[in-house]
């Protein structure tokens, strides 16, 4: 599943080639899309932003129009020239909007809805916990929201998107690890600085990760994700996927387990994340 970081360099790359643009066509394969458009036609509209809340992606048009997509765990966003081959079927497209220098070809989008402003607050997407790739982040908010869910084990606060907006799979298990406390964890047993150290860490990763340094320049593509900083590819990351591997730290192999009633997979150290510990990597 795209997490937050990949979100939001999607918004901002179709920010970037859509926004102030004039839609020339709008395709969709979406009935409840194609309804909207009948009624009131995307063409002609002008695409006046495109940002992320989160993993949910908004497209604003003229006319209080806001496509509302997620991607789930096949959804992407593509970007082409207009004429240019897409790289996947079209039988896999979902909504294509075409301006007059790109076109956004959303394939396998498995939620996309239309909303007005009014309709999108009362939308499950506008009752968010703090978003760590918000400009307006506030890290202590997001402690105290953490901090509300005592019960919760770390691990699966941490995906709860009510809870914090934005960590997927890879950075719980990177979060977790950086910050030295095991995922399976309960929240209420966590000091304060312990809560400090996972929010700090997870608005640093996930802001490494959205960084740019491309300008203005449509750039779909930034590389792998990396929490480690280090050069060699094969260790970019410090535990996710690395089940019986070594520790990069201790040496110890790294453990795995489903959590949670979606079963998602926690990796960690055994030795680096005991059950209780109140230190944090430098």
């Known amino acids: 599943m795209p997490e937050g970081d990949t979100i939001f360099r999607a918004a901002r790359t179709l920010n970037r080639a859509l926004g102030g643009k004039v839609v020339t066509r709008f395709e969709t394969q979406l009935p409840q899309l194609a309804r909207v458009d009948h009624d009131t036609p995307l063409t002609g509209r002008t695409v006046q932003k495109v940002d992320a809340n989160g993993k949910w992606m908004r497209m604003y048009f003229s006319d209080n129009l806001i496509l509302l997509t997620h991607m789930l765990m096949s959804g992407s966003w593509h970007i082409y ?111 304060r600085s312990e809560l400090a150290t996972l929010v700090s860490t997870a608005q640093k990763f996930m802001t490494a990760n959205a960084s740019d340094s491309s300008g203005d320049n449509i750039i779909t593509y930034t590389g792998m994700r990396r929490t480690t900083r280090r050069a060699d590819p094969s260790e970019r990351l410090w535990v996710y996927h690395r089940r019986g591997e070594p520790c990069r730290i201790c040496g110890t192999a790294i453990q795995a387990f489903k959590q949670g009633l979606e079963a998602r997979t926690s990796f960690w150290c055994p030795k680096c994340q005991p059950q209780t510990t109140e230190t944090s990597m430098s």
């Open 81 to 191: 020239r207009p004429g240019e081959a897409w790289k996947r079927p079209r039988v896999q497209m979902r909504v294509a909007i075409f301006t007059e220098d790109f076109v956004a070809v959303a394939f396998q989008v498995p939620i996309a809805e239309f909303h007005t402003a009014e309709t999108l607050t009362r939308h499950r997407s506008a009752r968010l916990g703090p978003d760590v790739l918000s400009p307006g982040f506030d890290q202590t908010a997001a402690i105290a929201q953490l901090a509300s869910h005592p019960e919760l084990e770390v691990g699966v606060a941490l995906l709860r998107q009510s809870v914090i907006a934005g960590l997927g799979n890879v950075f719980k298990s990177e979060v977790c690890f950086f910050s030295r406390v095991n995922p399976f964890r309960a929240v209420g047993t966590l000091s």
